[in-house]
């Protein structure tokens, strides 16, 4: 089993940055690809980004590519997703999910985190 803890979430201008963490807890971190999903109010999740398990490929949606970041950290167990130029249309609950390839972690994850708000202004 992997427990996943999302934090930094919170209430932002449009332009400005937010960096989102996912400490994880359990089996083996550095063994699991990470990813971010994000979902709307009425609307579905939505994949945001993942990192393979040494953090040297990364992979994003069309929506945020040049804007967020996904990185890792194995020694501390995190995964991070820095968020720049926030635009209102990132608002959504942004969860952190683990999976044992970049196949199920960007479709169907194993593991997935309880979720934190993001909420930008216009």
């Known amino acids: 089993q992997v427990q996943l803890v999302e934090s930094g979430g919170g209430l932002v201008q449009a332009g400005n940055s937010l960096r989102l963490s996912c400490a994880a807890s359990g089996r083996t971190f550095s063994r699991y690809y990470m990813a971010w999903f994000r979902q709307a109010p009425g609307k579905e999740r939505q994949f945001v980004a993942a990192?393979?398990?040494?953090?040297?490929?990364?992979v994003y949606a069309d929506s945020v590519k040049g804007r967020f970041t996904i990185s890792r950290d194995n020694a501390k167990n995190t995964v991070y997703l820095q968020m720049n130029s926030l635009e209102p249309e990132d608002t959504a609950v942004y969860h952190c999910a683990a999976g044992g390839s970049l196949l199920v972690v960007t479709t169907t994850p194993d593991y997935w985190g309880q979720g934190t708000q993001v909420t930008v202004s216009s």
């Open positions: 990192i393979e398990w040494s953090g040297y490929s990364t």
